[in-house]
Each structure stands twice: as structure tokens, then as C-alpha cells.
């Protein structure tokens, strides 16, 4: 089953465990291709906003992924995902839609990208 928003995941951070999902960003449709060793692969990577009475928001960089070894079936990434600069790109954008991140880190970023282009 694929977590949504409302559900209570169990990652652990700092100790912590239980924890609310509040948004997800996400690409319009998952990356598929077909590799050598796994066969068909659906790969659709997410920025996930948890939430916990200790702290008001993580950012959480997970995945789901399907291959040959997984019957086709959308299971959890075990990792951290690897995201080309456009997949990154394209998740920020759906996570600034939602209002994810506060003006405060906004601000703070574009001060950074204003920096790295001039």
C-alpha cells in the first residue's frame, strides 16, 4: 500500500518514529524504462512533509519503485533515491506549489541561487 497525506508513517529521525504525512510533492508520473538486470522499471521518486508533536516539519526524500524482482508491484525504496537535476527540479517546483517550504527558506535560497548565477 502507498502512504498519502493523513497517514502515519514510521521512519526513524532523532529518535522518533511515528509520523504524520502532512503533503507529498511528486512528479506527474512516475520514470519507467527497461533495464538489463530489472527488467520493466517504474521509479517515482517524492518529497514527503512528516510531522510529529517534536517537530512542525522533516522533509523526507523517498521513493517507490517496481522491477522484475517485485512482480511488477510498487514497493519502498531502502534508500536514499538518485534524482537527475530535471526529476529534482520537477518535484521542488511541485512542493513550492504546495507551499511546502516557509518564506523564510525560500528567501534564503533564492539569496543562494541569485549568488550562484551572478
Not at 538489463?36 to 517515482?44: C, T, W
Amino acid at each position: 500500500m502507498r502512504a498519502g497525506v493523513g497517514d502515519t508513517v514510521h521512519p526513524w529521525y532523532k529518535g522518533i518514529h511515528e509520523w504524520q504525512i502532512e503533503a507529498i510533492g511528486k512528479l506527474p508520473q512516475p520514470i519507467e524504462y527497461v533495464d538489463s538486470v530489472q527488467g520493466n522499471v517504474s521509479y517515482d521518486p517524492k518529497i514527503v512533509w512528516l510531522k510529529c508533536s517534536e517537530h512542525s516539519k522533516v522533509l523526507w526524500f523517498t521513493y517507490w519503485i517496481s522491477t522484475k524482482k517485485t512482480e511488477g508491484k510498487m514497493k519502498w525504496g531502502q534508500g536514499a533515491p538518485m534524482l537527475e537535476e530535471d526529476v529534482l527540479l520537477t518535484l521542488l517546483k511541485d512542493v513550492i506549489r504546495q507551499n511546502l517550504f516557509s518564506k523564510n527558506f525560500l528567501r534564503e535560497l533564492a539569496s543562494q541561487l541569485d549568488g550562484a548565477l551572478n
